[in-house]
Nanobody
Framework: VQLQASGGGSVQAGGSLRLSCAAS????????MAWFRQAPGKEREFVAA????????YYADSVKGRFTISRDNAKNTVYLQMNSLKPEDTAVYYC????????????WGQGTQVTVSS
């Protein structure tokens, strides 16, 4: 399984970006996909997740109300709409795919840089 993340860029505070993550090479149904991020000097942190079946979504408290995760099952693609961006959202964003549970992610994308200036 390969995950291709795209959509990162530079934006001013208050702006918006939409990230995409397309999965290819999948020969089975996975359980969920998620976005994580890692800022310089910090540990990687969970941002949001969506279950493929049913579409239940989960968010970190820091992004609730500003970010929206969604999926397109037909395209095997997950999106992260990021609104009201803050400088503290600056990080490399990674998408990840979980085969069985949301506790462990089995496949990771290459990361896309998001930079928010004040």
């Amino acid at each position: 399984v390969q995950l291709q993340a795209s959509g990162g860029g530079s934006v001013q505070a208050g702006g918006s970006l939409r990230l995409s993550c397309a999965a290819s090479g999948r020969t089975f149904s996975s359980y969920a996909m998620a976005w994580f991020r890692q800022a310089p000097g910090k540990e990687r942190e969970f941002v949001a997740a969506v279950r493929w079946s049913g579409g239940s979504t989960y968010y970190a408290d820091s992004v609730k109300g500003r970010f929206t995760i969604s999926r397109d099952n037909a395209k095997n693609t997950v999106y992260l709409q990021m609104n009201s961006l803050k400088p503290e959202d600056t990080a490399v964003y990674y998408c990840a795919d979980a085969i069985a549970t949301m506790i462990e992610y089995d496949y990771w994308g290459q990361g896309t840089q998001v930079t928010v200036s004040s």
